[in-house]
């Protein structure tokens, strides 16, 4: 059929129809370049008027070397652009940005981490990364080792080999000196103290120490403090209390002072006693107060020490002393002849108990406690037939005791010696 021919209705040439569900439709066939063939490979031009084209299918755009400029609003079926957040949940529709994802080997999964700790690693069973191929280069920007060999290092420009100590001196810096046994060596300073603010468990050795705020000493066998009622045991470790020597006790401070102990001369312990009571000071029995000479009551059942023991006098309910006077169970006699010259009359003897003299000459006898007696040096004077009893008291002579008469009338001193 030629172009642009003339049709009348029911004559003439067919018109090709397109069947759409029982109703024809003209087909109609756009020729942009005017060939008359169907091609719309080389594009065509629309034009809407400011209207809008609804297309029903698929369009394909090809500038086909130009420029396709389209105004107004494209419907991309996208959510407006939007910054990515942490704790973001999973998309319902399609987002603006990179998920990421990791390959399981057989379907992607989300990759695990958070905000805090970044990406969550597995590093296997044994918690260890295995290089399997290739080499790892790890550039530490170190220079090669070298021993530090000198002090007054400058301050390093560059990553130093190893951790050696080192101290700076405000101008330079020297090694840390020290060895394996003692440690690190320490100056303590114009003042030569350190000061700690912790708990020091150990110390092996100190030469001085100013000032301690606290000490906890431990109470074992080697430690300083020992428990209340704790028992005694040889070589138990202490520290022992010393005195100062006031041979006069005399006040060393004022009320409320701190004192040291005062002892004699003899290392005895000053002490004054509160019950102490002033010579010929009136006493009240069961009031007053004293350091009493004990008694033991003892009158129908006596009791017995033994030798070397320590026991209480023995005493009536009455409080009186029960006294037994020593026994002497022998007696030695002896007759020595007057003379008018001094004579021995009793040796001395140590077991003496008790001695008995009577003068029967008719001449007086004057006997001494001691060597050589005389009418001018003696203890006692005895007349014709007096007697000396010793002990006249409660204390025995046992020195030598000598003798001389008047004169020689004939007559002895008849000795008995008790021991």
């Known amino acids: 059929m030629a172009d642009n021919s003339l049709r009348t209705p029911g004559v003439g040439e067919t018109i090709r129809t397109e069947d759409k569900a029982g109703a024809k439709t003209q087909v109609v066939i756009i020729d942009s370049g005017g060939s008359g063939a169907e091609d719309i490979a080389a594009g065509i031009i629309i034009r809407d008027g400011g209207n809008v084209i609804t297309v029903d299918g698929t369009v394909a755009v090809s500038s086909v070397g130009g420029t396709v400029t389209v105004s107004g609003t494209v419907d991309t079926e996208l959510p407006a652009a939007a910054a990515l957040t942490d704790n973001f949940a999973n998309p319902t529709a399609p987002g603006v940005g990179a998920f ?23 590093l296997g069973a044994n918690n260890d990364v295995t290089v399997t191929s290739g080499a790892v280069t790890a550039d530490t920007e170190l220079p090669a080792a070298a021993a530090l060999s000198a002090d007054n290092v400058a301050s390093p ?96 401070g004022a009320n409320g002072d701190y004192l040291p102990l005062l002892v004699d001369a003899n290392g005895r312990l000053h002490t004054a006693d509160a019950a102490e009571l002033v010579d010929d000071a009136a006493f009240t029995p069961g009031t007053s107060l004293g350091i009493a000479l004990f008694g033991f009551a003892d009158e129908t059942s006596t009791d017995t020490v033994n030798e ?68 001018s040096s003696f203890t006692y004077k005895l007349d014709t037939m007096e007697t000396l009893e010793i002990p006249g008291g409660a204390v025995v002579y046992t020195g030598i005791i000598d003798g001389i008469w008047a004169s020689d009338a004939g007559g002895n001193a008849r000795v008995t010696e008790l021991t």
Request: glycine share 10%.
């Open 100 to 122: 990421g994802m990791l390959w399981d080997g057989a379907t992607w999964d989300r990759r695990p981490g958070n905000s805090t700790d970044g990406t969550l690693v597995n």
């Open 157 to 252: 420009t560059a990553p130093a080999v190893g951790a050696f100590a080192h101290y700076f001196d405000g101008t330079n810096w020297d090694r840390a000196r020290g060895d394996s046994t003692d440690g690190a060596l320490v100056n303590l300073g114009a003042n030569n103290d350190v000061v700690v603010t912790g708990n020091i468990t150990t110390v092996t050795t100190v030469s001085t120490v100013s000032a301690v705020s606290a000490i906890t000493p431990g109470t074992g066998a080697t430690n300083l403090g020992k428990a209340e009622d704790a028992i005694h045991a040889t070589g138990d470790v202490g520290v022992m209390a010393l005195a100062v020597r006031a041979d006069t006790a005399a006040a060393t």
């Open 308 to 375: 070397g023991d320590i026991g209480a006098v023995r005493m009536t309910v009455d409080r009186q002393l029960r006294v037994a006077a020593a026994s002497a169970p022998t007696a030695t006699l002896a007759n020595v002849g007057d003379s008018a010259t001094s004579v021995t009359v009793l040796a001395a003897n140590v077991a003496r108990k008790g001695a008995i003299i009577v003068n029967d000459s008719a001449a007086i006898l004057y006997l001494k406690f001691g060597a050589t007696a005389s009418t």
